[in-house]
């Protein structure tokens, strides 16, 4: 029983160290509608960002991007990226990440969110 134990806290201890940033939340939040279009476009992960290392683009329906300028990570919260948006039109829109966790695993996703008319 002692060695299930051990064993147990052993496995529990070890998932701390796979350290991969996943996606956490974002804002406009994933699949959501929202009425008025947003100036940026910030997405949280679950661990601390590599700057150099990370992205985050903006994609219309017909492809284009709009984003309006390069994503940064915030100096206040190292585990968000933003990056603002050009003047956003009523559809939907996708949002593709690419990101270094500073222990230097990379995950990357993609998510939409709509503009309502």
């Not at 051990?6 to 991969?20: F, N, T, Y």
């Not at 406009?28 to 476009?41: D, E, K, W």
């Not at 985050?56 to 948006?85: C, F, I, N, Y």
């Amino acid at each position: 029983m002692r060695g299930v134990i051990v064993g147990g806290a052993l496995l529990l201890s070890a998932g701390g160290a796979w350290g991969h940033a996943f996606l956490d939340r974002a804002e406009p939040r994933v699949g959501s509608t929202v009425r008025t279009a947003p100036t940026q476009v910030r997405v949280w992960f679950t661990e601390n960002l590599e700057p150099a290392f990370s992205t985050l683009e903006v994609w219309d329906k017909e492809g284009k991007r709009v984003d309006a300028g390069p994503a940064e990570v915030s100096p206040t919260s190292p585990a968000m990226l933003q990056v603002p948006v050009k003047a956003l039109g009523p559809g939907t829109y996708r949002v593709k990440w690419r990101v270094l966790s500073v222990d230097t695993h990379v995950t990357e996703g993609e998510f939409t969110f709509h503009v309502a008319p």
